[in-house]
Structure formats: structure tokens, C-alpha cells
Nanobody
């Protein structure tokens, strides 16, 4: 089970940190990801991290502004977001998938477990 938190409303240029707490052990062959979905749009990849080794991947739209990390001791994944833009407004979901195929991490359909979503609103 995944529990996301940390959403809120900020002005453009502001920052937020999202957290995703996992109950139960996360296995080394898992990737943890963040996706987002704006109204009327398809769910899109934001960032992912390999639980073992910490390899990360980012969508081009957030590179240099968002940072994903994991805390093995706390079974938690964090998404640090800075320089937020109005187009970052969306419901953000954390997710987990088994398997380490590189290309699969970008597609939400490959993720097996999902958190409930947390709303991020960025005003101009």
C-alpha cells in the first residue's frame, strides 16, 4: 500500500515536496515512480527511481526542477519540486512496479501499485 502526501497550492516559482510512504517491504527489483494527471489529460510520467541502486529518470519537462529520492530505512520516496510552473498543476500519484526493464518505467500501465494521489496547484 502506498500513501502520498505533501500536495498543496503555491505561486509560480515556489516549491513543494511530495512524499510517498510504503507499507510493507520494497524489494530490490522494484522501481518507484511519480506520475501526474491534469484535468482532461492522460496520466504522464514525472520521475522514477530504482529502489536498489537509486538510478533515476525524469520527464524532460521536469528535469533540473524536480528531484526524486528514496529512504530505505523509512520505506519512503520523496519528490522535491522547485521552480514550479502553472503547467505543473495536476494530481500527483506515486506508484510501484516490479521489474527493472528501463523502458517500462515511463509507462503508467506497467505499475502495479498506486497511491491515492495528492493535488498540486501552481498559480501564476
Amino acid at each position: 500500500q502506498l500513501q502520498a502526501s505533501g500536495g498543496g497550492s503555491v505561486q509560480a516559482g515556489g516549491s513543494l515536496t511530495l512524499s510517498c510512504a510504503a507499507s510493507g517491504r520494497i524489494l530490490n527489483n522494484y522501481r518507484m515512480g511519480w506520475f501526474r494527471q491534469a484535468p482532461g489529460k492522460e496520466r504522464e510520467f514525472v520521475a522514477a527511481i530504482r529502489w536498489s541502486g537509486g538510478n533515476t529518470a525524469y520527464a524532460d519537462s521536469v528535469k533540473g526542477r524536480f528531484s526524486i529520492s528514496r529512504d530505505s530505512a523509512k520505506n519512503m520516496v520523496t519528490l522535491r519540486m522547485i521552480s514550479l510552473k502553472p503547467e505543473d498543476t495536476a494530481v500527483y500519484y506515486c506508484a510501484a512496479k516490479a521489474g527493472l526493464i528501463h523502458s517500462a518505467q515511463f509507462d503508467y500501465r506497467h505499475y502495479h501499485y498506486w497511491g491515492q494521489g495528492t493535488l498540486v496547484t501552481v498559480s501564476s
